[in-house]
């Protein structure tokens, strides 16, 4: 199983992870960066990963959404990044995916140059002068003041102020080829691990410090409150046209690729 070592990641897995999920096997885990992941997913390497809502139409016909992550509201502010450098975490993140439908609609003439760089990597990058904009992702909405920048645009904002949706973030996907009893229970068993974590905030606490790129307790506490909610469980509803807006919109904007109409459609006919 691949995902992040981002506070949310090793939140919601902790429970699987060690073992204390009744009846379900630990996996193993390779810790990886979202880009990775992604990638992994478009080779089809790997059984279980976390990746990113953008890269969905690529893979759905390997891989099944499992389980999906949304977050909340960030806030927008025009601005002209016209032949600008910004550097972004992966081209099949669903950042740079909100990125491209905001600047279709603000930037036009698009920015100048877009650069991949591992997300941590991103705001330094800024800060340094090596390029002239970032597009930021997990703790780093909280920190990117400690590096002396300051927000141009929030993209989060923008797709709620223009959808009313929240926004697909990262989605839980497992091979289809593993079977529905077997995608079925990998379901219930990230589902119940996510559910311990929240009856039992204190247990992953070590595992998750551990891991977390930013080392401030605070900030991964406020990181996990943000991106690990009610949709993490469940989607719902709400959360299933949320994914179909975006991607919707993506396909129309030709941005990625048409999804057909039971595409998202749980793999074990629940």
Not at 85 to 110: D, I, K, M
Request: aromatic fraction near 8%.
């Amino acid at each position: 199983m691949s995902y992040s070592p981002c506070p949310n990641d090793t939140f919601v897995f902790h429970a699987w992870t060690h073992g204390l999920v009744p009846g379900a096997s630990p996996p193993r885990v390779r810790f990886a960066d979202i880009d990775v992941t992604n990638g992994l997913a478009r080779r089809g390497e790997g059984q279980v990963l976390k990746v990113s809502y953008a890269v969905l139409p690529h893979v759905l016909d390997t891989y099944a959404l499992l389980l999906g992550r949304e977050a909340v509201r960030p806030g927008e502010q025009g601005t002209a990044l016209t032949g600008r450098t910004v550097a972004v975490p992966s081209e099949l993140s669903t950042a740079y995916l909100l990125f491209r439908l905001w600047a279709a609609r603000w930037v036009p003439e698009g920015p100048g140059n877009v650069v991949v760089m591992p997300f941590h990597e991103i705001m330094p990058a800024v800060r340094d002068g090596r390029v002239d904009a970032g597009l930021v992702i997990h703790e780093a909405r909280f920190t990117y003041h400690e590096y002396g920048l300051h927000q141009l645009v929030d993209l989060g904002e923008f797709w709620e102020g223009t959808t009313g949706h929240p926004i697909p973030l990262g989605a839980i996907i497992a091979r289809r080829d593993l079977g529905a009893e077997r995608l079925r229970a990998l379901s219930e068993t990230i589902r119940t691990s996510v559910r311990m974590a929240w009856e039992d905030p204190s247990a992953s606490h070590a595992h998750v410090m551990e891991h977390a790129q930013e080392m401030d307790p605070s900030v991964a506490d406020r990181h996990i409150a943000l991106y690990v909610n009610e949709f993490t469980a469940d989607l719902g509803d709400d959360g299933y046209a949320a994914v179909r807006e975006l991607l919707g919109r993506a396909a129309s904007e030709g941005l990625a690729p048409p999804l057909s109409a039971t595409a998202l459609e749980p793999p074990f006919g629940d």
